[in-house]
């Protein structure tokens, strides 16, 4: 039992040795573990009392130094926070605004147009389209449509090709139609009306705009547009119709230092520029044959009171001349207002201007001097081929006196004019012969009122009676040239201007063939010959 019982004995001391090294190991590593600790803590102890050494003050900075760099580095992280959360909103805002301009220029690029702004008082058609009415109105729309979109193909940068054209014609279309009336272009002013409605009524986009009577109704409302639409970006050009009118110039100088507004603006040539419209630094574009490159040129008769031509004052145009109501009757008053030249001319020399605001005396022979052997016609037709010896120059003041010219026609005398008051008189379908004849009308003398197909019951004024006396003249008489009554109210030749232009021209006057006056009417000599009676033939 000894050996197992030293055996065991022996490996016991073997374990309790083994236990007791590897504490000692252990307690070693642990001293080396509080000696490491002392000695960093002697270091530092050094390093204070150096520090010390140096100063208190010096140590308080370098503490201040650390708090102060701590506080830089918080705001710079804090800022830095910031600077990112501005970033993000900042690519978002971006984004967003990128998009929206995105958007806003597909509208501005929608629907691009060429606006043509056209004074139409001045820039007129050519004679074909208005002589056609309403067809040539639809004609000449499509033929500027076409020539506006040749042309803005070739010269306007950047022109898209869905571009519309825009026309906006301004005019005073009763003032326009009274020219080319005048001027034989149009046998009858409504032919120019019916000319506007086709040509608005030709194209969606075009308007031609009757803009009344006035000075400057087309040239205030065209300025404007003009302002409106300069810098549009949806207008990518403006042709601006005004060759004939330096007055637009004080419009267009405002804009000659604007590289954008003369980019933009191009002038339209009809007749030729005037001479401060032509100086002007903006591009220049011309349709021959859609407009006439000259002024409408009208000769005679003219408004004496405003000295523009007057309008057509026709009174009861759908009534026969000869019919009973216009039938001239004895004993009537004098007649009125006729387009008599200035000065006349007897062998050569001149005669008396005749005033156009007063009545001239009558000065002529009378119809029934016994010494003319009969009419002052019969005796001028008897003896027309006979040289002229002299005649008796003597004025009278006599009211039975009437002129004529050296055919023996009869001539009418000068009244004053007013168009509005004419105009005014005429819508009132007055009876001439109840008011201005010395025996008034016979239907209602015969209280037959209801025969005459004019009013008997206006209240007229000595001044209304005077234009109404205008209104009556543009009924022709009768009897013609041949009248001798001194006193007929009737028209004894057309009192309208002759034509200018157009298949009346030189013979024609303004209302074409729907005169009333026969064509032995037109044309007169009306140079009034100023004799009272013939003393001698040969």
Known sequence: MAPTANGSANG??????????????SD?????????????????????????????DTLQDVITRYENLQREHKEYVQQHHAEREYTKTFLEREEYLQGSLARMQRIMNRDPYILVLIDGDGMIFNNAYLSQGEAGGKQAASVLHNAITDWATEKVVEYPADSKVVVRIYANLRGLADACTRAGIVDHPAKVLEFARGFTSGKTLFDFTDVGAGKDRADGKISETFKIYVYNYHCRQIVFGCSHDNGYARLLEQHMSDEEALSRVTLLEGTPFEKELAILPFQKA??????????IGIQGQTDLLTGQPPSRVDSGRSMNANSAAFTPRTGTPASVYSPYSTAATLGGQPMAVRSPHVRNQSIASSANDSDTGGSWATVTKKN???????????????????????????????????????????????????YLGVNGCCHYNAKKEDKCPHDHRINFSATDKKWLRVVARETPCKKG?????????YGHHCPFPVATEGSMRGVGCLNGNDCRFPSSMHGMDLAPFKTTRVTGWL
């Not at 590593?29 to 050094?46: C, I, L, P, Q």
């Open 12 to 25: 016991n001391t073997s374990d309790t040795a083994t236990v007791v090294g590897a504490q000692n190991e």
């Open 384 to 434: 027309a081929h006979q040289p002229f010896t002299g005649v008796l120059r003597t004025t009278t003041n006599s009211q039975d006196a009437v002129m004529r010219n050296r055919k023996g026609q009869r001539l009418d005398t000068n009244l004053e004019y007013n168009r509005e008051e004419v105009q005014r008189i005429k819508k009132m379908k007055a009876c001439n012969q109840h």
């Open 481 to 489: 040239h041949e009248c001798d009554d001194p006193k007929c109210i």
């Open 28 to 56: 070693v590593t642990a001293f080396w573990s509080r000696y490491e600790h002392v000695k960093y803590g002697d270091m530092m102890k050094n390093v204070l009392i150096e520090i010390q050494a140096i100063g208190a």
């Open 286 to 295: 011309k349709f021959p044959g859609i407009f006439r490159d000259n002024k």
